[in-house]
């Protein structure tokens, strides 16, 4: 088998890369191909110069956006990939039950079960976790700014304590081609899987393989309607709060009346004014440990 390691430098855990090098190469491996990225936007063109050699099984080692830029590079290909969580959130190992554990993330990349997943597509950019525009991608946008290398998780924490009970915008959302939403909003939400930032069980019913973009839109204005709500999250069924409304599609449009900053899966990108996403069933085949 001709395997490829895909790794963000800058992240460690455990023995680091060195240990991740050994745990492969004491397995059945033809051919290692092995690159590493100072940052994850570099990361899609070593994914494709990977596919170029013949990888079969690649490892992505990093956080989300590492993975987000792999998966971006590689869906619809015919290449497996096994995710050495190394971030700081790690959301889509924490969905998909990868444990923050470099042996038993290798092991699951050669034994563990090879299970297709969607992926979501806003504005013609994979992802595998969750996409949003207003008061989640202004707190991650906030969050990049160095805090997560000193505070971690925490980051997430503070900055959305600072962005809570910020401003609404006009917001008009059709789903499938049906108008669904038109009001103010504070934050528009896509999701492929239930848990997002922070840990947050924002859509209960998500699964990554069922064909849907889950979607959700929050009301929530001040800090204690934003209290409510993510306490309302913590504690039960997110559909359940009065400052959310959240269904499922399989296209969505999304137009705002002032253009905001939107993420995918925890990246910051630049502001739109409008916002087009999809869900594409079984885009990729990920290694997962059932």
């Known amino acids: 088998m001709k395997v490829a390691v895909i790794a963000h430098k800058?992240?460690?855990?455990?023995?680091?890369?060195?240990?991740?090098?050994?745990?492969?190469?004491?397995?059945?491996?033809?051919?290692?191909?092995?690159?590493?990225?100072?940052?994850?936007?570099?990361?899609?063109?070593?994914?494709?110069?990977?596919?170029?050699?013949?990888?079969?099984?690649?490892?992505?080692?990093?956080?989300?956006?590492?993975?987000?830029?792999?998966?971006?590079?590689?869906?619809?290909?015919?290449?497996?990939?096994?995710?050495?969580?190394?971030?700081?959130?790690?959301?889509?190992?924490?969905?998909?039950?990868?444990?923050?554990?470099?042996?038993?993330?290798?092991?699951?990349?050669?034994?563990?079960?090879?299970?297709?997943?969607?992926?979501?597509?806003?504005?013609?950019?994979?992802?595998?976790?969750?996409?949003?525009?207003?008061?989640?991608?202004?707190m991650i946008a906030d969050a990049d700014r160095g805090l997560k290398e000193r505070l971690g998780k925490l980051a997430y924490i503070w900055t959305g304590l600072r962005h809570a009970g910020g401003s609404t915008t006009p917001t008009q959302v059709k789903i499938d081609g049906t108008d669904w939403f038109d009001g103010e909003a504070s934050c528009v939400l896509l999701g492929n899987v239930g848990t997002i930032t922070g840990g947050i069980e924002a859509f209960d019913d998500a699964k990554p393989d069922d064909g849907w973009l889950e979607v959700g839109v929050a009301t929530a204005r001040s800090k204690l309607e934003w209290g409510r709500l993510l306490g309302q999250m913590a504690t039960g069924r997110s559909d359940e709060s009065p400052f959310v409304r959240i269904t499922r599609a399989r296209k969505v449009t999304v137009k705002l009346g002032t253009p905001r900053t939107y993420e995918l899966d925890g990246g910051a990108r630049a502001i739109a004014a409008k916002l087009k996403a999809d869900i594409r069933a079984q885009a990729i085949t990920l290694c997962t440990p059932y």
């Open 10 to 138: 800058k992240k460690t855990f455990g023995g680091g890369l060195d240990e991740l090098r050994v745990r492969i190469t004491d397995r059945q491996v033809d051919d290692l191909l092995w690159y590493e990225v100072p940052k994850s936007r570099k990361a899609p063109k070593k994914a494709k110069q990977a596919l170029k050699e013949g990888a079969e099984l690649i490892f992505v080692w990093g956080g989300d956006g590492t993975v987000q830029r792999c998966v971006d590079a590689l869906a619809g290909s015919k290449a497996v990939v096994a995710i050495v969580p190394a971030g700081t959130a790690n959301l889509l190992a924490q969905n998909l039950e990868i444990p923050r554990d470099i042996e038993e993330a290798v092991r699951i990349g050669f034994e563990g079960k090879r299970r297709k997943i969607d992926l979501g597509r806003i504005n013609g950019e994979h992802f595998a976790v969750m996409a949003g525009v207003g008061f989640d991608a202004e």
